[in-house]
């Protein structure tokens, strides 16, 4: 089956490449010819684990192309539409920009019988104005909400845990093209939930919102824990064990970035209050300002580890990608700490395995190195992003680079006995 796929970001490159090595011809395209340049060369413009080996391949079979001329999805019979839908610049929803100028450029080159399938996330409300204007062409809307994780894409689209179809006019064609799509996948017996478009979006938008929930709960957990004395990860590890509460997405820590969670509960709100029904998600407000205040905590106890002033104090960032296995960096809150003890006169020293070339696009004005020029002669080591590199460093072997062994295990990752036992001052975050 012939597919398209507008947008090769995080998602669409991933999409692209995961399909065309099932076996579909895919044409990805977007707007950023260095992006296409790269993708067509079978690099991959961002670092996924797998990613690189599934582009090659996929490429080398002739199933895989890139393009930045929309006039080569002409002829797909499926339109994926994975371009961004980042926070507005100047407020809380989404920008839907993108899918706008996606699906404008598109529609001159959709037939009648196409499916167009929207992956990005969106705002409750947006498939329904989208298929006014796909439908008079004679194709049809599809909303195929996307639940990939960054460090896992390749894995989870492959094999997703569910796979959930909005649809509309011309449902029954959509739901044979998506089956034909994704028949590896129903094959091995995935889930298939079919419903309205308002259902497949807000599936999305809520699953995100649950989980932020989560990882909020745990983390304003923390904060009690922080005055009480309590270990939340012991916490974690207890109320986990109830199977209805689970331990998945209780790790306390500095929080959660990306360019997922942050955005989509905001957009989410936002789109509550459009809706005149704010009321409903105003706790996500909360679970904001929760993720938010974990990040001044550990600025404010590295000042207090620091005698209360961090100027010209050597501060060893270990991490700046929002999680592992990523080089992600959008609304990290390992950037975002790094910059504000930087701001506040910090000798800052920040590195990562993979997420410096981002981190330095973002905040030029930050000094990065390696693990061992950051670790170096360093007053205190915070440790944001858990990248294996870094929760397994030999706490003996770093002792022997720093100037004072105090570190800030921003993730709770750290084996800290090993840690305590080399002589370091171990802090985790909701636990002493
Ligand atoms: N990153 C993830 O893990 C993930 C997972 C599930 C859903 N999503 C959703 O998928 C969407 C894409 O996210 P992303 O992380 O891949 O973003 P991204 O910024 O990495 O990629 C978006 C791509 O779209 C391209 N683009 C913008 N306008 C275009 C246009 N008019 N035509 C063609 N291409 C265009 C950009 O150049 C960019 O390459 C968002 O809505 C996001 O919320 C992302
Ligand atoms: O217990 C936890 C789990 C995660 N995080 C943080 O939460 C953020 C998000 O993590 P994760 O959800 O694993 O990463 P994403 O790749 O952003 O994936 C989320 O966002 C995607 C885009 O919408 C969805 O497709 C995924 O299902 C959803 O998990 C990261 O900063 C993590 O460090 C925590 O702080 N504690």
Known sequence: ??????????????????????????????????????????????????????LEAAIASGN????????????????????????????????????HSAVDALLPYVAPGDVVVGKSTVPVGTAEVLAERINPAGAFLAWNPEFLREGFAVEDTLRPDRLVYGVGEGAERAESVLDAVYHVALDAQTPKIIAGY???ELVKVSANAFLATKISFINAMAEIAEVTG??????ADAIGMDARIGRRFLNAGVGFGGGCLPKDIRAFRARAEELGVG????????IDAINLRRRDRVVDLTTTLLDG???????AVLGLAFKPNSDDVRDSPAVDIASRL???????VATDPEAIGNARRREPDLVFGTLEEALTDADIVLLLTEWKDFTGIDPAWAASLVKTPIIIDGRNALPH???????????GLGRR
Request: hydrophobic share 50%.
């Open 1 to 54: 089956m012939k597919l398209s796929v507008i947008g090769c970001g995080y998602l669409g490159a991933v999409h692209a490449a995961a399909m065309a090595s099932i076996g579909h011809s895919v044409v990805g395209i977007d707007v950023d010819a260095d992006k296409i340049a790269l993708l067509n060369s079978g690099r991959a413009p961002f670092f996924e684990p797998g990613l690189s080996d599934l």
């Open 198 to 200: 308002a259902t497949s």
């Open 279 to 286: 009321h409903s998600v105003r706790f996500l407000e909360e």
């Open 64 to 99: 895989l192309t890139f393009s930045t001329d929309f006039a080569d999805a002409a002829g797909a019979e499926a339109h994926f539409i994975a371009v961004g839908t980042p926070q507005s610049k100047d407020g809380l929803s989404a920008d839907l920009r993108y899918v």
């Open 230 to 235: 309590a270990d939340v990860v012991k916490l």
């Open 342 to 348: 930087a701001a506040l006169g910090a000798d800052v």
């Open 309 to 315: 002033d961090v100027t010209g104090r050597k501060v």
């Open 417 to 427: 006995t090993e840690w305590i036992d080399a002589l370091w001052e171990y802090h």
